[in-house]
């Protein structure tokens, strides 16, 4: 995306805010993170087969009800969702590596998403197995909240996970999201940022990428 862009981000709730940032400015500042451990970069093209390699293992699917990737091509057009994300909202999920590595460990972030009637942004985390339990899900996890926090304040952010799915829900109290089971739906709802104050829309659940 060209340093010219200066189009504002736009949600398509309507909201009174008006001040969102310019696209290109999030991009400047999502594109490429750099954490302790970790580099977390914007997704690009050949990003595929990563993708297929950590969303079609059946050990990182075992609360996903849609199950692996069968193939490469659904992990292709993943990437090619993510990157429309990225080139509409100028953030969106990474690729996770280990510093001075180049192989990808795994993937996350927070994604916009429209979710009971309102802008929210979703957090996002799937790493390969080997890289679990090291406290990198954490460490990209609260990288991704404290930007959204920082740079879009009136976004709240949600994680919405199996109840069975122990250490994803152990990374989203980590990252600091707090337990909303007053929003839970088949998914226990994690949030930040979220009122109740006009909140009339309990069944309304997305299916998209779902923790
Ligand atoms: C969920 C996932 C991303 C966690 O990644 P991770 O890098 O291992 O997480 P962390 O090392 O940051 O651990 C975070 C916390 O979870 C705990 N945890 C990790 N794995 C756990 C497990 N299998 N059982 C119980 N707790 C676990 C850790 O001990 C840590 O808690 P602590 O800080 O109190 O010790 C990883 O397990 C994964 O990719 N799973 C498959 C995909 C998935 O389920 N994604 C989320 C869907 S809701």
Same mark, same amino acid.
């Given at each position: 995306?060209?340093?010219?862009?200066?189009?504002?981000?736009?949600?398509?709730?309507?909201?009174?805010?008006?001040?969102?940032?310019?696209?290109?400015?999030?991009?400047?500042?999502?594109?490429?993170?750099?954490?302790?451990?970790?580099?977390?970069?914007?997704?690009?093209?050949?990003?595929?087969?990563?993708?297929?390699?950590?969303?079609?293992?059946?050990?990182?699917?075992?609360?996903?009800?849609?199950?692996?990737?069968?193939?490469?091509?659904?992990?292709?057009? *993943?990437? $090619?969702?993510?990157?429309?994300?990225? =080139? %509409?909202?100028?953030?969106? @999920?990474?690729? &996770?590596?280990?510093? /001075?590595?180049?192989?990808?460990?795994?993937?996350?972030?927070?994604?916009?998403?429209?979710?009971?009637?309102?802008?929210?942004?979703?957090?996002?985390?799937?790493?390969?197995?080997?890289?679990?339990?090291?406290?990198?899900?954490?460490? *990209?996890? $609260?990288?991704?909240?404290?930007?959204? =926090? %920082?740079?879009?304040?009136? @976004?709240?952010? &949600?994680?919405?996970? /199996?109840?069975?799915?122990?250490?994803?829900?152990?990374?989203?109290?980590?990252?600091?999201?707090?337990?909303?089971?007053?929003?839970?739906?088949?998914?226990?709802?994690?949030?930040?940022?979220?009122?109740?104050?006009?909140?009339?829309?309990?069944?309304?659940?997305?299916?998209?990428?779902?923790?």
């Amino acid at each position: 995306m060209g340093t010219d862009d200066t189009r504002r981000l736009h949600l398509p709730i309507p909201t009174t805010s008006d001040t969102f940032p310019q696209v290109a400015d999030l991009s400047t500042i999502w594109n490429v993170v750099t954490t302790a451990r970790l580099i977390l970069r914007r997704l690009q093209i050949g990003d595929g087969p990563a993708i297929f390699s950590v969303h079609g293992d059946p050990a990182t699917n075992l609360y996903n009800p849609f199950g692996p990737h069968s193939d490469l091509a659904t992990s292709e057009k *993943m990437l $090619q969702e993510c990157l429309n994300h990225w =080139q %509409i909202y100028g953030f969106g @999920l990474w690729a &996770v590596t280990l510093r /001075r590595e180049e192989k990808i460990i795994g993937f996350g972030g927070v994604e916009h998403q429209v979710w009971r009637d309102r802008d929210v942004f979703n957090l996002y985390y799937r790493f390969t197995p080997s890289a679990w339990g090291q406290g990198y899900a954490t460490e *990209m996890g $609260q990288t991704a909240v404290h930007l959204a =926090q %920082i740079h879009l304040p009136q @976004l709240p952010i &949600v994680a919405r996970v /199996r109840d069975a799915n122990v250490a994803s829900k152990r990374v989203a109290e980590r990252v600091g999201l707090l337990r909303r089971s007053d929003l839970d739906t088949e998914h226990v709802i994690f949030a930040l940022g979220w009122t109740s104050l006009n909140d009339h829309h309990p069944s309304c659940d997305t299916r998209q990428r779902a923790l």
